[in-house]
């Protein structure tokens, strides 16, 4: 396999606000070396990592690759791994310099695949749970999993089965703690995002009611799976609200947000906010959607005197307008007694796709609704209280050409002071700032570099793009391309590969 590197030339841009350079580093991977399914995983300052399969997508798969690359893309290490027949793989853990697979069978039996980027070595920890994890649901219910240094911890969320199993990755003991309310059946309990602090684990429940408001609670494990608490949220509340995501905030206390309306898959019609104060949990805030300022500024079609008229309707009936927005894990910064609280806004999108079948001689065409990934709109940006109280905020637009299939944080932070922060964020081939004060002044908004990264005479035929927020004032771009050229003679003819860009950003 090559790895033809390209050195590419100095790219800048000058703005009336700030001049920033945008220069790359490329290397290229050839895709037919059988193997297939590439995965790229950031690992920050400590390089990136590729995993991948041996043989053809549609055949069963037992060898699977580990390509361990440094910051400036040179291949450091390979590791191979060969699955044990009975295992599949149920989820995958990446954070900071760490990444890790985890694998069960249907005799509840599971381990850890942890590759070491210090050691350069993949580590295999085997663990067996008990009969709660096994059967065919087991497999395929696991719906969260997470690692630290001493513990790994992963969620089964079967129809009538939820459990948190907590992996002593040092003694290689199992504990299993039900996940589960006093009085209230375990198939009518929905598991939202569940998030891992250096001290808890929170893990946001729903409990749906036919034709009722469903009440929404917080259960709270420590780092060894023992329960703490389990604190219903909406007590004093008439609102519905669905998504519910954490936050850690100082002095063990927590931020929880996400999107109220009638049913989270069929819209919403705004957002909350609510805290923890000394371990107490506050009154919920709400905004509605109307009450932001220039957010109808961002909404495709969505101009004020429209959307009034469309609220105006809607009154008439006694309802809200309802939005089809869906809002991503906040990031939250310290700011003196309060807190800059940061959030994008997305639409999932949906087109129509013809299946052919044959049957019988007979042609059947069947049309089918699929999901066309996540529209990204705008960002909001806000100052609030420890009480999650608004002191002012700000809608920015994104208008990312990426539609991702998940749930993807673009914006990131690459400055913060005690006057402003300073957010970037990419795509396909250009990088966005966006600069505002601790006022809710907005000092620039703007594109500032322009990323290529090809050769003077490679003309792509066809080209897949990510590009992702990497380590300090850095980005790293791939995806695969079918290339030809003629006349470099560095470089094959015609050439399909994956390719990896760095991307610096610097003043």
């Given at each position: 396999m090559k790895f033809p590197f390209i050195t590419l030339l100095l790219l800048s841009?000058?703005?009336?606000?700030?001049?920033?350079?945008?220069?790359?580093?490329?290397?290229?991977?050839?895709?037919?070396?059988?193997?297939f399914n590439e995965k790229i995983h950031e690992l920050d300052s400590a390089g990136f990592l590729i995993t991948s399969a041996e043989g053809k997508p549609n055949k069963t798969t037992n060898t699977l690759r580990f390509q361990y690359y440094s910051i400036d893309l040179e291949l450091l290490d390979e590791q191979h791994f060969d699955i044990p027949k009975g295992y599949i793989q149920n989820a995958e853990f990446r954070k900071g310099t760490s990444y890790s697979q985890l694998y069960s069978s249907v005799k509840g039996q599971f381990f850890i695949l942890n590759y070491d980027t210090k050691s350069r070595k993949l580590v295999r920890i085997s663990g067996k749970a008990d009969k709660k994890l096994s059967g065919p649901l087991g497999l395929n219910a696991i719906s969260y999993f997470a690692t630290t240094k001493d513990y790994a911890y992963f969620i089964l969320n079967a129809w009538r089965r939820k459990y948190l199993f907590t992996f002593d990755l040092k003694t290689k003991t199992v504990k299993s703690s039900r996940i589960a309310v006093k009085g209230v059946?375990?198939?009518?309990?929905?598991?939202?995002?569940?998030?891992?602090?250096?001290?808890?684990?929170?893990?946001?429940?729903?409990?749906?009611?036919?034709?009722?408001?469903?009440t929404s609670y917080l259960i709270?494990?420590?780092?060894?799976?023992?329960?703490?608490?389990?604190?219903?949220?909406?007590?004093?509340?008439?609102?519905?609200?669905?998504?519910?995501?954490?936050?850690?905030?100082?002095?063990?206390?927590?931020?929880?947000?996400?999107?109220?309306?009638?049913?989270?898959?069929?819209?919403s019609t705004a957002m909350y906010i609510t805290t923890t104060v000394d371990e107490t949990v506050q009154n919920t805030q709400y905004y509605n959607y109307a009450d932001l300022p220039n957010f109808y500024d961002n909404r495709p079609g969505g101009t004020k005197r429209r959307v009034t008229f469309i609220q105006w309707i809607f009154s008439k009936f006694g309802h809200d307008v309802t939005y089809y927005y869906q809002m991503t894990e906040p990031q939250i910064i310290p700011c003196g007694d309060n807190y800059i609280y940061i959030t994008e806004f997305f639409v999932p999108t949906y087109g129509m796709a013809a299946t052919v079948r044959v049957e019988k001689g007979k042609r059947e065409t069947t049309i089918r609704r699929v999901f066309k990934g996540n529209q990204y709109t705008h960002a909001l940006v806000a100052k609030i209280t420890k009480q999650g109280e608004m002191i002012w905020s700000q809608c920015i637009e994104m208008n990312p050409e990426t539609k991702p299939y998940y749930k993807k944080q673009f914006l990131n932070i690459l400055e913060q002071n005690e006057e402003f922060v300073h957010l970037f964020y990419a795509d396909v081939e250009k990088i966005y700032e966006l600069k505002i004060d601790f006022n809710g002044e907005i000092l620039s908004n703007q594109v500032v570099g322009k990323i290529d990264g090809l050769l003077a005479d490679d003309q792509v035929k066809l080209s897949y793009a990510d590009i992702d927020y990497w380590f300090d004032q850095h980005f790293i771009s791939y995806g695969a391309q079918r290339i030809k050229n003629t006349k470099d003679k560095s470089v094959k003819r015609r050439r399909t590969v994956i390719y990896v860009n760095k991307i610096g950003m610097g003043k």
């Open positions: 841009s000058v703005f009336s606000q700030a001049q920033i350079n945008t220069s790359e580093k490329r290397i290229e991977i050839d895709l037919k070396d059988g193997y059946k375990t198939k009518k309990l929905v598991i939202e995002s569940p998030t891992l602090d250096t001290s808890m684990l929170y893990v946001p429940l729903i409990h749906y009611k036919p034709r009722k408001k469903p709270e494990f420590d780092v060894k799976g023992e329960l703490l608490t389990t604190t219903p949220l909406d007590k004093k509340v008439t609102k519905r609200y669905f998504n519910t995501t954490v936050s850690p905030l100082p002095n063990k206390d927590i931020l929880m947000s996400g999107i109220t309306g009638r049913d989270a898959r069929f819209g």
